[in-house]
């Protein structure tokens, strides 16, 4: 089987080093707030340009921390698309505020910064007052920041970025981590930048955000020990995490490249085949992180079928997101905007996520167009 996601390919090139790293902080034994922390988090701050970065337990207590940063209330709305991983809008109902669903572009998968204005007057004409914005840059694209920080700094809204796919991206001349107030990313094993287990950082410039996401993620901790500020939570990062993550890091500028090739490989190959694949776009100016590689399948290919019969060649694939968020129990009592969700509706039926990872060979990317031709030829 063709490997979706090759952790192991990158170990083998850096087992030792990493191996090294762990032994040290076995020697130290300072498995919780160790020095290794405070080396990544400002390693990740010289990588974003971000001032402040708070690593801790996931992407998802980096969600939650920034919206304790922000000083989200209950009742209070946030922005959030509808087409991303549950995480996204899981953090608001957890404090007490309120996702509003929009829709995303179909050919970048991100938030459509045009229906922002139609969200926002959703939300007020059902009373609920909005704060802020969260864009997800989903499979590795940053969102339209420009117009969605413009859209929010003239109507008062502070912007969250949910870069857990991202992280590594680019937008413009910014590093992703650095595009808004506050950014979150995920350090999940099979992120462009992963662990091995849970981990996630927080990034700001802005010291009060920083001062109580850090207060946040140790029980709410004032400036003696056991003396508290705020409800807080444990979401510390494992020393053994971040030794790992800055062995990471040191190869992770050049494993973003491979990334780039092994996309426009596969853009070259599925191009020449004109199949009626939608492929993913890169808006100018802009670097995906390349999280994923996905693509939106012409109306007529079954993509169950297509994905079985791919399985039955090695190759696996992966569908992100088959059910709107908007879809899920959890999630259905929440308002979604006046401009509906088509996009979202029908990219969750019709997308499909190839296997991606920097070590993809390119006869394999071959292997795999071919065998999308073959299927197609047939269906
Ligand atoms: C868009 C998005 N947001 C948030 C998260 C949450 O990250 P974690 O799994 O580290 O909690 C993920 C991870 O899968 C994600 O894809």
């Known amino acids: 089987m063709i ?10 090139l850096i087992r030792d080093k990493i191996d090294n790293r762990i032994k040290q902080v076995l020697n130290h034994g300072q498995y919780i707030l160790g020095p290794e922390v405070k080396e990544l988090e400002e390693k990740l701050s010289s990588f974003t340009g971000s001032k402040y970065v708070l690593c801790c337990s996931s ?4 969600l939650l921390l920034s919206l304790l940063g922000l000083k989200i209330k ?7 698309p509808a ?4 995480s996204s809008a899981e953090v608001m109902p957890l404090l007490g505020a309120i996702p509003i669903f929009i829709d995303v572009k179909r050919d970048t998968f991100n938030i459509d910064p045009n229906k922002l204005d139609d969200t926002l007057k959703t939300a007020k004409d059902i009373g609920v007052e909005v704060k802020g914005i969260m864009p997800v840059g989903l499979f590795g694209q940053p969102a339209e920041m420009d117009l969605i920080n413009d859209f929010a700094k003239n109507n008062d809204l502070w912007v969250l970025d949910d870069a857990a796919q991202s992280f590594g991206g680019k937008y413009k001349e910014k590093i992703v981590g650095n595009l808004s107030e506050v950014a979150a990313t995920s350090f999940f094993p099979a992120k462009p930048l992963g662990c091995y287990g849970d981990g996630g950082a927080v990034f700001t410039s802005d010291r009060e955000i920083y001062e109580i996401a850090n207060s946040s993620h140790i029980h709410g901790m ?3 020990r056991y003396e508290y500020d705020r409800i807080g939570m444990n979401a510390r990062m494992s020393t053994i ?21 092994v996309a426009d490989n596969y853009n070259k190959n599925l191009n020449s085949l004109n199949l009626g694949i939608e492929l993913p776009r890169i808006i ?21 079928k297509l994905q079985e019969y791919l399985k039955s060649k090695n190759i696996p694939t992966a569908v992100y997101y088959p059910i709107p968020l908007n879809e899920h129990k959890p999630y259905n009592k929440y308002p979604v905007s006046k401009c509906g969700l088509d996009v979202t509706y029908n990219l969750s039926k ?17 292997y795999i167009c071919e065998n999308i031709n073959n299927f197609f030829k047939n269906n």
């Open 350 to 366: 019709k997308v499909l996520s190839l296997p991606m990872h920097p070590y993809l060979k390119e006869d394999e990317i071959i």
């Open 59 to 62: 992407g998802t207590d980096a």
């Open 241 to 261: 995490q971040a030794a790992i993550l800055l062995e990471k890091l040191k190869i992770f500028p050049e494993e973003l490249e491979k990334r780039q090739i």
């Open 284 to 304: 100018k100016n802009l670097k995906s992180s390349w999280a994923q590689y996905t693509v939106v399948l012409p109306k007529n290919i079954n993509r169950n």
């Open 222 to 224: 004032g400036r003696k």
């Open 74 to 80: 209950p009742g209070e709305g946030v922005i959030v």
């Open 3 to 12: 490997p979706f996601i090759d952790l192991n390919a990158q170990q083998k």
């Open 83 to 86: 087409f991303t991983f549950a």
